[in-house]
């Protein structure tokens, strides 16, 4: 994420000291160090329900992923109930293509990695796509 | 109140954070503007996933 130029924000319903804990005692022997980047505290769930992911029974933010980009527009969210962890190596795929299209103005097709054909959107591209491009 | 949707703008917070080396610190989501941003919400500490 450094790499890429992305600052990474986590956040959960626990309080800060929680947060502050759980790194020194339990992730610090998961990740060297520990986590590198700050860890939010949304007690009460208010940024939760602003971004749909208060769940109220239960109390807690569930899994909700949302990539910003510079002038502040989510560009991605994806949100999963709690069973199911995340597969970083799709965020930093959509990352990718996100600041290629930004950068060039082009869009990139499904499953798009980074070196593979992009597409240039306009009226000489109608209809024509499959030339361009065809799924794997 | 607003609610995400991609395509506008992230609706901005405050909140107060613990950053590893720094301490406790309070943040707005408005400070990293001009930066890209990857937000993650999560159930709670010490759980399993």
């Known amino acids: ?136 | 109140m607003t609610t995400a949707r991609v395509g506008e703008k992230a609706p901005d917070f405050k909140a107060s954070a613990y950053v590893a080396g720094e301490g406790f610190k309070n943040l707005k989501l408005s400070d990293y503007e001009g930066q890209w941003v990857v937000l993650c919400f999560y159930p709670g500490d010490f759980t399993y996933v």
């Open chain 1, 1 to 136: 994420m450094k790499e890429l130029g992305v600052e990474v924000l986590s956040i959960s319903t626990d309080s800060r000291f929680s947060h502050k804990i759980w790194n020194e005692d339990e992730l610090s022997k998961m990740v060297e160090g520990g986590i590198p980047f700050p860890m939010l505290s949304d007690q009460g769930g208010r940024i939760g329900r602003a971004y749909g992911v208060y769940d109220k029974a239960a109390g807690v933010d569930i899994r909700g992923r949302f990539l910003i980009d510079p002038d502040g527009i989510i560009q991605a969210m994806e949100v999963l109930t709690p069973a199911v962890g995340r597969n970083p190596d799709e965020l930093i795929r959509q990352i990718k293509a996100f600041q290629h299209v930004r950068a060039t103005g082009e869009v990139t097709p499904s499953g798009w990695e980074p070196g593979q054909a992009t597409l240039t959107p306009g009226p000489d591209l109608v209809g024509k796509v499959w030339m361009a491009w065809k799924p794997e």
